[in-house]
């Protein structure tokens, strides 16, 4: 039961890349997010999923970015700082090779001035959500599960005939449950025609900038502002489509869509309650 199903919610805006992002407290949520990791990478054996994984070049523009150990655990390697966001990286062969190889990209390098001032790079999962979301429907009703678009305004107006009730209500449980440490994370995206990209390029600090390319297109982000509205704002579109156009040393490709979604951040960490 739920007031909007698949492409209407707030999954549907999301880029979904894998990558621990905006939420607390780390020491529970990054052993959720690596159970999530080895989930979605099974399913990325099947390409009927929309689920494929993809190499992430994380960066910062200022100083050193760290690299937390679970990455480390993942395989991220160190981007050297005289590579530019897009630029081919030089990486080991596999064990028994004495040779060294690069990962190829569409762009090549311009001139001696980057854009970043530090990154490194690994692989995770990337969760198309316009084959995803699609994908779970099928799967849950072929199971024998029903799907009831309803609007629900307290907790007893869910029906008791159930075994087991999951809320996963996102920011609807402020007022489902009487939550008031939830606030609304406002993201917009705008979706490009597809690119040539091959690695998904993401900086965290201002101006918040993310290009994940998808089987049919590229996702441009983004924003992350405290905010209610699910209204996309034409400034916001420009400006994320200017910055990701400048990073990736294009023209600024067409827009087809555009989306927002609204993160639910908890100011105490996320609840996971019986």
């Not at 920011?171 to 091959?198: C, F, N, W, Y």
């Not at 916001?236 to 400048?246: F, G, K, L, N, Y």
Request: net charge negative; hydrophobic share 40%.
């Amino acid at each position: 039961m739920a007031d909007e199903t698949s492409q209407q919610t707030t999954s549907a805006a999301a880029a979904a890349v894998w990558f621990p992002y905006d939420t607390e407290p780390a020491e529970k949520i990054i052993p959720w997010a690596l159970t999530t990791y080895e989930w979605l990478r099974d399913l990325s054996r099947d390409s009927l999923t929309g689920v494929s994984m993809i190499e992430i070049r994380q960066f910062t523009r200022t100083g050193t970015i760290p690299i937390p150990d679970w990455a480390k655990n993942l395989g991220a390697c160190r981007i050297p700082s005289q590579v530019g966001a897009i630029d081919p990286i030089a990486r080991e062969r596999p064990s028994g090779s004495d040779r060294f190889g690069e990962t190829p990209l569409p762009f090549p390098s311009r001139g001696s001035a980057w854009t970043f001032a530090s990154g490194y790079a690994l692989t995770v999962p990337l969760t198309d959500t316009t084959i995803y979301l699609d994908y779970l429907t099928d799967r849950f009703r072929k199971a024998g599960g029903m799907i009831q678009s309803t609007h629900i305004n307290k907790v007893e107006d869910i029906p008791s005939d159930f075994d087991l009730i999951i809320n996963c209500a996102g920011m609807g449980a402020r007022e489902l449950v009487h939550d008031p440490d939830l606030e609304p994370h406002r993201g917009q995206v705008a979706i490009v025609s597809k690119l040539d990209l091959t690695p998904a390029i993401v900086c965290d600090d201002a101006p918040l900038m993310y290009a994940i390319p998808r089987a049919n297109d590229c996702v441009f982000g983004g924003t992350n502002s405290l905010s209610n509205s699910r209204e996309p704002s034409p400034a916001d579109t420009d400006a994320i489509v200017s910055e990701c156009s400048r990073i990736l040393r294009i023209e600024a490709p067409r827009v087809t869509a555009v989306k927002v979604g609204l993160r639910p951040f908890r100011k105490s960490g996320v609840r996971l309650a019986p």
